[in-house]
């Protein structure tokens, strides 16, 4: 089992920046995959960022240039820094760890979210 806690969400202007924190909590280099999903009002979740174990990266192609996932495996924290955002952007952002057992069978862990608001 683990933990996920999000922050670091919040208001901002168009092309403000705001870099999400995501702390879990025990060790995340056993996880194999690590992700940040968002969710805005009435849409279905999406897939923004990736990172692996071994620090290979993917993003959504909304994001590409303006996102930035990454890892420090010392304070179990992903982070994903968003840069020139826009009002699209508004949603809840989700962290998610993927773990895989002996079993090859793949949990998944989410945290509680946190709200990013991009508004003039």
């Known amino acids: 089992q683990v933990q996920l806690v999000e922050s670091g969400g919040g208001l901002v202007q168009p092309g403000g920046s705001l870099r999400l924190t995501c702390t879990a909590s025990r060790s995340i280099v056993s996880l194999n995959r690590m992700d940040w999903y968002r969710q805005a009002p009435g849409k279905e979740r999406e897939l923004v960022a990736t990172i692996t174990r071994g620090a290979s990266t993917n993003y959504a192609d909304s994001v590409k240039g303006r996102f930035t996932i990454s890892r420090d495996n010392a304070k179990n924290t992903v982070y994903l820094q968003m840069n020139n955002l826009k009002p699209e952007d508004t949603a809840v952002y989700y962290c998610?760890?993927?773990?895989?057992?002996?079993?090859?069978?793949?949990?998944?862990?989410w945290g509680q979210g946190t709200q990013v608001t991009v508004s003039s």
């Open positions: 998610n760890a993927r773990e895989v057992d002996y079993t090859q069978y793949e949990r998944r862990y």
